[in-house]
DNA sequence: ACCTGAACACCGTTCAAGT
DNA sequence: ACCTGAACACCGTTCAAGT
């Protein structure tokens, strides 16, 4: 959608809303949200701060586009699908999202979203879900079901040991502490450090998938 | 484990790293993390906010003991319990925690938690678990899959239609807009605003727990 | 030992002024 | 129409100075 004359696009292309968005959402994958601001966003485009605000009403406009890139990565799963299929093909596809872009969940639990790309995710659960079979009730059941699950392994994953998120010198020296008296902890730390998290969800995904298709009349 | 002449302690106690962290929870949870600032929170102590530096070591020591203040407030489910109805406790009282204070997955999400009342927590459940039966692999899956779904519900809850962080006015413009193809969220829209959160989580539990309880040996 | 004022290097955002 | 410099009201944090 984007004339490109072929040279010299990339020391100044036009400014535009999108650009605006890409840029953020690359600056945030660097840095984090926390190091996310106006005048490093300008920086990275070449432009001054205040220059933003002719393409974008607000800091929080683009926190809400950086939130629907995200969402528009995802890959909608294929309504002919089997739903089983269907559904671990979408969890799977926003797993992957959340966690490339781990500052996605962190923005998200402030703000929501009720932007066009995270909506259109959702009405293609909901359509996969009924298409199944499963009553406009238990489609809710169970669509709050697999969200909820997916946005929670993600979130794990984002928190977990290995990551930016996870405080090693803490947690070290309260395991040299406490670890006598949390002896399950112990046992399990090098399942907990080395976990597989792809695996883990997949396996969450078929008990609950199971689960949901007992119900199916 | 504090002296209390019993008068005139609410106009001049004495700064406490506790006191700072009481006061924080109850600043955020008023005004939301965006609206927790080390001035306001001196002004609130009834002091300027460079004393605040005496007690605290910085604004990520308070995020940190804000966490860890509201995993404490979740009561640890009795081992004695049957496991089911030990996790469920634990799960309900986890929700609980994380949708009255709002802001708490937004920076859990952001830091994670390696501090002594969620190891803690995590400890209790991984041993309820193991004193079921399930083998060591099997709680390290069980443990991901109710985390998960815990952190999950209490995510969309957060998130939901009536809170302040769904955004009403641009749901309803795009409605408008684009009902017609998203007949799905139209169709399961008043379930989805009237959802019961709480008896969402229940469902959800009581479906991963009898898909648990089947690889018990 | 604890509190403070002034200061520094940052924020988001507005607005008048430039082209 | 788009960009900018200066300015405003905020941030977290340091540090020398006070008691």
Not at 14 to 33: K, S
Not at 115 to 143: K, N, Q, V, Y
């Amino acid at each position: 959608m984007t004339y490109d004359v072929g040279m010299a696009t990339e020391t100044r292309a036009p400014l535009t809303r999108e650009r605006i968005i890409e840029a953020a959402v690359a600056l945030a994958d660097r840095n984090g949200v926390a190091g996310l601001s106006m005048r490093k966003l300008g920086a990275e485009l070449g432009v001054e701060a205040m220059s933003l605000y002719n393409h974008i009403t607000d800091k929080e406009d683009i926190l809400d586009g950086m939130i629907d890139q995200v969402f528009q990565s995802i890959p909608l799963p294929d309504l002919e699908l089997d739903w089983r299929d269907a559904i671990r093909q979408g969890g799977i596809g926003a797993v992957e999202a959340f966690t490339a872009h781990p500052w996605v969940l962190e923005v998200l639990g402030s703000r929501g979203s009720t932007r066009p790309a995270a909506l259109a995710f959702m009405e293609r659960a909901l359509a996969i879900l009924s298409r199944a079979g499963f009553s406009d009730a238990d489609t809710h059941h169970a669509w709050q079901l697999i969200a909820s699950l997916t946005i929670g392994y993600a979130f794990q994953q984002i928190t977990s040991p290995g990551t930016a998120n996870f405080d090693a010198a803490t947690f070290g020296a309260w395991l040299v502490r406490e670890g006598e008296r949390h002896p399950s902890i112990v046992r399990l730390a090098p399942l907990i450090v080395e976990c597989a998290f792809d695996q883990e969800y997949e396996f969450g995904l078929d008990v609950i998938i199971d689960g949901l298709e007992a119900r199916l009349p």
